[in-house]
């Protein structure tokens, strides 16, 4: 299963108790509610930390693409390399495909 294309977008939302972000796609003609929902009931962590984890996740795409591409391009280091294992642990994780 692939995720949901990118680019995404963090958008800020606000209520009586709440402060919310949802990270949304950016696609054209495509229409979901989100992607992820990151909260703030006060209690937990801070708006600063809400808005930095949900900027996290909305630049996942963009990160995933850029490990792959990187990795690829890594290929005059040996495959037991540190560097290229936790690369290939890493994309491997966000694929959920424990081969790679």
């Known amino acids: 299963m692939n995720h949901t294309p990118g680019p995404w977008k963090f958008v800020k939302h606000s209520n009586y108790s709440h402060y919310f972000g949802?990270?949304?796609?950016?696609?054209?003609?495509?229409?979901?509610?989100?992607?992820?929902?990151?909260?703030?009931?006060?209690r937990t962590i801070s708006k600063e930390e809400v808005e930095a984890n949900a900027n996290l996740i909305a630049a996942a795409p963009e990160l995933l693409e850029a490990l792959e591409e990187m990795y690829?391009?890594?290929n005059i280091s040996p495959d037991d390399a540190p560097h290229r294992?936790?690369?290939?642990?890493?994309?491997?994780?966000?694929k959920r495909?424990?081969?790679?």
């Open 97 to 100: 495909n424990p081969q790679s």
């Open 72 to 74: 690829e391009k890594c």
């Open 22 to 42: 949802r990270v949304k796609t950016l696609q054209e003609g495509r229409n979901y509610p989100g992607v992820a929902l990151v909260e703030h009931n006060g």
């Open 85 to 94: 294992v936790k690369a290939r642990a890493a994309i491997a994780k966000a």
